[in-house]
C-alpha cells in the first residue's frame, strides 16, 4: 500500500487541477476508512482521465481499491495490445478459395517438404508496400519480405508500370537475338560495383548464381577445393546444398570437395569478435585438408538463414589474403544483403572494406521477380568462353526491365539513407528491449536485416525453441509476421520491405514487447 500510495501521490499530482475540481481531499496523507468508499469512486473518475500516465508508474487496476502487494513494473501487461499504424489503401475484395481449401491442394499436388508458418497457415491474397492482407481482408504488417525478397514494396508502382509495358511489347526472346533492356540492366547493374566486377550473368534465382560462381571458380583457378562457413546457406540445388551448412537443409548426397571452416560469430563465436582464431582455422584447413590449393571462399556477410549472424569485424579481409595466396577466388553472396538493405553501404561486403571477385544476388533486385546476376571480372570471365554458357530465362526482358525499375527506385526513394535510419531507430529500441527481458539474448545486425535471438538462459545460451514458437504465433496474432531461422529456429529475422517506416518499427517493438510480457 505504502509503496502504491508513493505511485498515486505522483499521479495525482499531475492530475491535481481536474482532481481538486472533482474532490477537495489532501493529498499528503492515505484515506480515511469513513471516506473510502466515496473517494474510491471520485478517485476512479480522476484516474481514468489520468490513466495514461498513471499506468506508466504503476499497473494497478482501476476497478478494484489497492493490493497491499506490489505490482509489476511491467506497464505492457495491462495495457491494450498495440494497434497497426494507419495506412490509406482498400484491399479489394477477395472471392477466392478459402486458406483449407488451398491447403489441402497443396497436400495433394504440391510436394510434401514444403512447409508453411503458423498453426494455422495465412492464406495472403494481397500486398500494398510493406503490407499483406490475408482472405478476409485483414491486414498484417509484413517484417519478413517474401522470405527478404521484396525489396521496393510488394506491387510497387513503378517496378509493375515497368513490367507491364514491357510485357505488352516482348515477354521472351533469349539472349540470341539482341533487346536493350539486357543490356540497359547489366549497365546500370555494373555501374553500382566497385573495382574489376564489370562483367554480369543473369539467372534465376541465387541458388543458380551460386552455382555458377563456383562453377567459375573452379574453372579460373583449375582447382576443386571450394571453402565455406559453418552456419551458412547459399541454395538447395544439388550443387550448393554442398556450400550450405545447416543439417536442417541438406540431404545426405556427396557435397563434393567443400570444406566449412569455423563461423566467425560475435556471439556463439568460440573467439568472439576477434577475427584472427577464425581465419587460422581457414588456414588450417587449407594446409591440412586440401593440396594447399583452393578454387574459393564463398560466404554471406550478414548470415540470412542462419540468423542473421554479422560476421566478426575484419574478418574477410583476413581470409581473402589467405585464399587468394592459395590460389583461390573470393566469392560474396549478396543474395539478402545487397542493394542498400544494410544501409551503411550499398553491398554486404563493403561493411567488411573488401572487394571480392565474384558477386552473386537474388532476391531483392527483382522485387519480386524471379530474377539473379553474377558479376566477375572480365578476366574470369573470359574462362566461361571455353564453352557455351546460356540461359534460357536469364536476363529476359520482362525481368530486366522490372530489375533496372527496382535499381532506379531504390536510388529515387533513396532506400539505402532510409535503411539506416529506420534500422538504427528498430535497433536501438530492440536493444532496450532486451535489457527488460532475460529471452533475449543477442540483438544484431544492420539496417533492415535484422536478428533477434531468444535463449533460455543468457549465460549458456540455450535457444529458447518453445518460447520462440509461442512468440511467433502471438506477433502473427498482433498483425506482425516475421522470420525465423538459425539451426534452432529460435532467431527471428527482422527483414522487411525498404519502405518500412520508424511508426512500423515501433508497432513491431511494442507487440514484441507486448507478447513477451505475456508469456
Known amino acids: 500500500m505504502a509503496s502504491q500510495w508513493q505511485i498515486l501521490k505522483k499521479t495525482l499530482q499531475e492530475a491535481k487541477p481536474k482532481f481538486l475540481h472533482y474532490c477537495r481531499i489532501s493529498l499528503c496523507s492515505p484515506f480515511s476508512n469513513l471516506e473510502m468508499a466515496l473517494k474510491w469512486q471520485i478517485l476512479k473518475k480522476t484516474l481514468q482521465e489520468a490513466k495514461p500516465?498513471?499506468?506508466?508508474?504503476?499497473?494497478?487496476?482501476?476497478?478494484?481499491?489497492?493490493?497491499?502487494?506490489?505490482?509489476?513494473?511491467?506497464?505492457?501487461?495491462?495495457?491494450?495490445p498495440p494497434q497497426l499504424p494507419l495506412f490509406d489503401y482498400q484491399p479489394k475484395p477477395y472471392n477466392g478459395p478459402l486458406a483449407d481449401e488451398i491447403l489441402q491442394k497443396r497436400k495433394k499436388f504440391l510436394g510434401p517438404s514444403l512447409f508453411y508458418y503458423y498453426q494455422k497457415p495465412l492464406n495472403i491474397v494481397e500486398g500494398k508496400m510493406q503490407y499483406l492482407f490475408d482472405?478476409?481482408?485483414?491486414?498484417?504488417?509484413d517484417a519478413f519480405a517474401g522470405i527478404v525478397t521484396v525489396s521496393c514494396g510488394h506491387c510497387h508502382p513503378e517496378v509493375l508500370n515497368a513490367i507491364m509495358e514491357q510485357s505488352k511489347l516482348l515477354q521472351h526472346a533469349t539472349t540470341i537475338y539482341l533487346h536493350h533492356a539486357i543490356a540497359d540492366f547489366a549497365e546500370a547493374l555494373a555501374a553500382k560495383m566497385p573495382g574489376n566486377l564489370k562483367v554480369v550473368y543473369f539467372v534465376n534465382s541465387g541458388s543458380e548464381g551460386n552455382e555458377l560462381a563456383m562453377l567459375m571458380a573452379?574453372?579460373?583457378?583449375?582447382?576443386?577445393?571450394?571453402?565455406?562457413?559453418?552456419?551458412?546457406?547459399h541454395g538447395g540445388s544439388s550443387s550448393t546444398i554442398g556450400l550450405t551448412a545447416l543439417n536442417t537443409w541438406k540431404y545426405p548426397i556427396?557435397?563434393?570437395?567443400?570444406?566449412?571452416?569455423?563461423?566467425?560469430?560475435?556471439?556463439?563465436?568460440?573467439?568472439?569478435?576477434?577475427?584472427?582464431?577464425?581465419?587460422?582455422?581457414?588456414?588450417?584447413?587449407?594446409?591440412y585438408g586440401t593440396s594447399g590449393k583452393v578454387a574459393g571462399f564463398i560466404s554471406e556477410t550478414i548470415q540470412g538463414v542462419g540468423g542473421a549472424v554479422e560476421l566478426a569485424p575484419g574478418y574477410l579481409k583476413m581470409v581473402y589474403d589467405i585464399v587468394r595466396k592459395a590460389g583461390g577466388v573470393c566469392?560474396?553472396?549478396?543474395?539478402?544483403?545487397?542493394?542498400?538493405?544494410?544501409?551503411?553501404?550499398?553491398?554486404?561486403?563493403?561493411t567488411q572494406g573488401v572487394i571480392?571477385?565474384?558477386?552473386?544476388?537474388?532476391?531483392?533486385?527483382?522485387?519480386?521477380?524471379?530474377?539473379?546476376?553474377?558479376?566477375?571480372?572480365?578476366?574470369?570471365?573470359?574462362?566461361?568462353?571455353?564453352?557455351?554458357?546460356?540461359?534460357?530465362f536469364g536476363g529476359n526482358p520482362v525481368c530486366s526491365a522490372g530489375g533496372l525499375a527496382v535499381l532506379r527506385t531504390i536510388e529515387k526513394e533513396k532506400r539505402q539513407e532510409h535503411c539506416a535510419s529506420v534500422g538504427s531507430h528498430l535497433i536501438g529500441r530492440?536493444?532496450?528491449?532486451?535489457?527488460?527481458y532475460e529471452i533475449i539474448g543477442d540483438v544484431r545486425g544492420r539496417g533492415l536485416m535484422v536478428g533477434i535471438e531468444l535463449v533460455t538462459d543468457r549465460k549458456e545460451k540455450t535457444p529458447a525453441k518453445a518460447e520462440t514458437a509461442v512468440l511467433f504465433e502471438k506477433l502473427r496474432e498482433l498483425g506482425v509476421l516475421v522470420g525465423k531461422g538459425g539451426l534452432h529456429g529460435n532467431v527471428f529475422r527482422i527483414k522487411p520491405p525498404m519502405c518500412f517506416t520508424k511508426d512500423d518499427a515501433d508497432f513491431l517493438v511494442d507487440g514484441l514487447d507486448y507478447s513477451m510480457s505475456k508469456l
Request: glycine share 10%.
Open 331 to 350: 566469392i560474396a553472396d549478396e543474395v539478402q544483403t545487397g542493394f542498400g538493405r544494410t544501409g551503411s553501404h550499398y553491398w554486404g561486403f563493403e
Open 135 to 141: 482472405e478476409r481482408g485483414r491486414r498484417y504488417l
Open 356 to 392: 571480392p571477385d565474384i558477386v552473386t544476388m537474388a532476391k531483392g533486385i527483382g522485387n519480386g521477380l524471379p530474377l539473379g546476376a553474377v558479376v566477375t571480372t572480365p578476366e574470369i570471365a573470359n574462362v566461361m568462353a571455353q564453352k557455351i554458357q546460356f540461359n534460357t
Open 218 to 233: 573452379r574453372l579460373y583457378s583449375g582447382n576443386l577445393d571450394m571453402i565455406s562457413l559453418r552456419n551458412a546457406y
Open 254 to 287: 556427396p557435397q563434393g570437395e567443400i570444406h566449412h571452416v569455423i563461423n566467425p560469430d560475435p556471439y556463439r563465436g568460440i573467439f568472439g569478435s576477434d577475427p584472427t582464431g577464425y581465419a587460422k582455422d581457414v588456414q588450417d584447413h587449407i594446409e
Open 430 to 436: 530492440l536493444r532496450a528491449l532486451q535489457q527488460r
Open 53 to 80: 500516465k498513471f499506468l506508466h508508474y504503476c499497473r494497478i487496476s482501476l476497478c478494484s481499491p489497492f493490493s497491499t502487494l506490489s505490482s509489476s513494473t511491467d506497464p505492457a501487461t495491462d495495457s491494450p
